[in-house]
């Protein structure tokens, strides 16, 4: 099996992994410089690093490496030791590097409007890939977006094609409330790995309270985040855009303060305390 391809083959669907590559032998070690180990998701291999404990351990490390999305460098000391030794390892110092899988991370912005275009275009300076769904055929174009992996111009058939995996990052900005709450109720039932939505807090909650009275449980907006974007005082479309941007990389590289703008229950419960819960958007 040919690992690049295999690699290749795991990003296009959705899929993360592990690369562990041997990048320094010294001694009596049975493998070579550059042999290499695939670790899916799923926990099966390809390719081999030389087999025993070592390869168990390496295992275990991509595992972890995959999960943090960040890299690893492992140094064995085997010098014949009893612990590292299944019939295969003599004595020596083995290295390997062991690096995440990851497939390309992709926006889905619902809504076509000036924020949209301006988000598009630093996200996918930012290495995300863009979908773009809009119900009006005069926003959603390629030439409006022309970075669009996919355009959608129906909500529907949206919901249907695409399924989100751990590497889609939803993005909801419509033209207004109704839309706002239509795609929040499909994309709180997906699997993606982000979804946000623009407005204040009000509406938000609004929102949340609308979908509650049709059958949503509170549990689920938990993971909603909104408002969406940083804090960075943005008004003008470029700047809120530099603000979900930010908010979006944030997630992907796991960072500490990417939880700060959830609405979480007491939030709720104080805004319904001060009368500040309203229907307005």
């Known amino acids: 099996m040919d690992l690049f391809e295999e690699i290749v083959k795991m990003r296009r669907g959705g899929q993360r992994g592990a690369l ?4 320094h032998t010294n ?3 049975p493998s070579y410089e550059s042999s290499r180990m695939l670790v899916r998701e799923d926990g099966s291999i390809a390719g081999t690093i030389g087999g025993g404990c070592v390869e168990a351990e390496v295992w275990a490390a991509a595992r972890e490496v995959m999960q943090k999305e960040a890299p690893r460098k492992m140094v064995f000391h085997l010098n014949n030791e009893a612990s590292y030794d299944n019939g295969l390892i003599c004595g020596g110092t083995l290295e390997i590097f062991v690096e995440p899988i990851l497939p390309q991370p992709v926006v889905y912005l619902f809504g076509g409007g000036h ?3 301006a988000v598009a275009k630093a996200a996918h300076a930012a290495g995300f890939g863009i979908v773009v769904v809009d119900d009006r055929e005069a926003f959603a174009n390629k030439e409006r977006f022309p970075m669009a992996q996919e355009v959608h111009i129906s909500y529907e058939e949206a ?5 989100p995996n751990a590497a889609g990052y939803l993005v909801i900005v419509t033209r207004g409330h109704k839309e706002d709450m239509r795609v ?3 994309a709180v039932r997906t699997e993606a790995r982000y979804v946000g939505m623009i407005g204040s807090k009000r509406k938000v909650m609004s929102v949340y309270k609308a979908l509650e009275n049709e059958g949503y449980k509170r549990e689920e907006f938990e993971r909603v985040y ?3 974007g940083l804090d960075i005082g943005a008004l003008s479309p470029e700047e809120i855009a530099v603000s979900i941007t930010a908010e979006l990389v944030a997630v992907r590289r796991n960072a500490a ?3 700060h703008k959830k609405l979480n229950m007491e939030t709720r419960a104080a ?3 001060t009368g500040k819960l309203t229907a307005e958007r």
């Open 27 to 29: 001694g009596s070690i």
């Open 159 to 163: 919901f249907e094609k695409i399924r």
């Open 184 to 186: 929040l109720a499909w």
């Open 115 to 117: 924020v949209s275009m």
């Open 257 to 259: 303060n990417a939880e």
């Open 226 to 228: 909104a408002p969406m």
């Open 271 to 273: 805004m319904q305390s």
């Open 20 to 23: 562990a590559t041997i990048v």
